[in-house]
Structures are given as C-alpha cells and as structure tokens.
T-cell receptor, first 114, second 115 residues
Framework: DAGVTQSPTHLIKTRGQQVTLRCSPKSGHDTVSWYQQALGQGPQFIFQYYEEEERQRGNFPDRFSGHQFPNYSSELNVNALLLGDSALYLC?????????????FGPGTRLTVT | AQKITQTQPGMFVQEKEAVTLDCTYDTSDQSYGLFWYKQPSSGEMIFLIYQGSYDEQNATEGRYSLNFQKARKSANLVISASQLGDSAMYFCAMREGYNFNKFYFGSGTKLNVKP
C-alpha cells in the first residue's frame, strides 16, 4: 500500500519564476492538505482540497494556488517566486470519513529560490 | 496569539530515561484535536499520538503518552524509556474548525537522546 508520494524531491528556481509541486495521496484518501515548512520552523497550513475544491485556506497570498484531480491527486502552484518561498513543502492526505482525521504526510519537496 | 506554543527549542535525555516535551495551545473552540508528530532529519512527518478535546483519558501509544490538562490548555508528550532512534524534531499540532480542517503546528522541540 503506497503512502503519500510527492514530486519532485528537490527543486531550484529563480526569483519571479513559477513552480508546480505534485502530490499523490495514500490509497483510499480523498483529502489533500499542503503545508510550507521554512527551515527551523513548524509547518504552516497553506490550503486543503476535498472533492476537487479548496475547502480551507491558511494565511497565504493568492500567488499560492492549487488543484485536485478526480483521482484525488493534487498540485500546488506558486507564481512570482520570492526568496522567502524557499522551504520544504509537505503534502498530507486523509480520509474525510475517518476519525480522528489523522493525516499522513509525504516526504516533502525541498524548494530553493535563488 | 500563537495557536500552539512549544517553549523548549532543544532537549537532551539519557537513553532509557523518560522525557516530557511541553505544548500549550490556544483555542476558543469546544471541539478540537491535539496531535504530536516526529520529524527525523529525512523530513517526513510521522504521526505519534492523538488526543480529542472530549477524551477524558490521556492518550497512550506504546512508549508515548499525552498528558492532557484541558483547563491549563496543555498537551505534553511523555516518551518513556528513550531510545537513540527517538532523536528528532517533535511537533505539537492542533486541529480546529468546522470539519476540523484547520491545522496548526508549533515551532518544534529538538530532542537529542544520549547513549
């Protein structure tokens, strides 16, 4: 049973560019959440997708957008990259019917903006 | 105000001893969930233990137990019989909101287990 997978593992981009990160949820999970984890800090909630719609959003600008596909996989897009966007981006999946709504995290994508 | 506060940036513990990692939280919701995660240097977040706001008993999972004091809004993690493999970052997290969609993490505690 495959867990949460993310691609790519590492990415280097230049300021002003755009980036797309991908996430495949754990089998049977229908909900995907994205987090940004800056070096030395805890993860910060970006947004959550369920049934192909953004269900909840954290304090992130519109430069951060996402998408969920019918197979529940998800993409995180970041436009007009800033140096401060350099971070580990974590994807977590869960089953909306489950209690206590445990999240399973992927290994993350390390984004470096130069 | 911070939703989750972890006041111990780093902790040392001798192998085989117990250690307590502190966590306090802030919410006005009656229904919420508290989690602890372990993050090794590889980066992946590993779920350890969960406590629901209505749970009267403290949660336990093997060597992990959660000391839940609702009135104090604290949810400390206790690791018994520490092992070298327990060396990692530990994050306390809270889930609140309609359908429990909002997840907040603390800044973490770096635990070092000494042989």
């Amino acid at each position: 049973d495959a867990g949460v997978t993310q691609s790519p593992t590492h990415l280097i981009k230049t300021r002003g560019q755009q980036v797309t990160l991908r996430c495949s949820p754990k089998s049977g999970h229908d909900t995907v959440s994205w987090y940004q984890q800056a070096l030395g800090q805890g993860p910060q909630f970006i947004f959550q997708y369920y049934e192909e719609e953004e269900r909840q959003r954290g304090n992130f600008p519109d430069r951060f957008s996402g998408h969920q596909f019918p197979n529940y996989s998800s993409e995180l897009n970041v436009n007009a990259l800033l140096l401060g966007d350099s971070a580990l981006y974590l994807c977590a999946s869960s089953d909306a019917r489950d209690s206590p709504y445990e999240q399973y995290f992927g290994p993350g994508t390390r984004l470096t903006v130069t | 105000a911070q939703k989750i506060t972890q006041t111990q940036p780093g902790m040392f513990v001798q192998e085989k001893e117990a250690v307590t990692l502190d966590c306090t939280y802030d919410t006005s919701d009656q229904s919420y969930g508290l989690f602890w995660y372990k993050q090794p240097s590889s980066g992946e977040m590993i779920f350890l233990i969960y406590q629901g706001s209505y749970d009267e008993q403290n949660a336990t999972e093997g060597r992990y137990s959660l000391n839940f004091q609702k009135a104090r809004k604290s949810a400390n993690l206790v690791i018994s019989a520490s092992q070298l493999g327990d060396s990692a970052m530990y994050f306390c997290a809270m889930r609140e909101g309609y359908n429990f969609n909002k997840f907040y993490f603390g800044s973490g505690t770096k635990l070092n287990v000494k042989p």
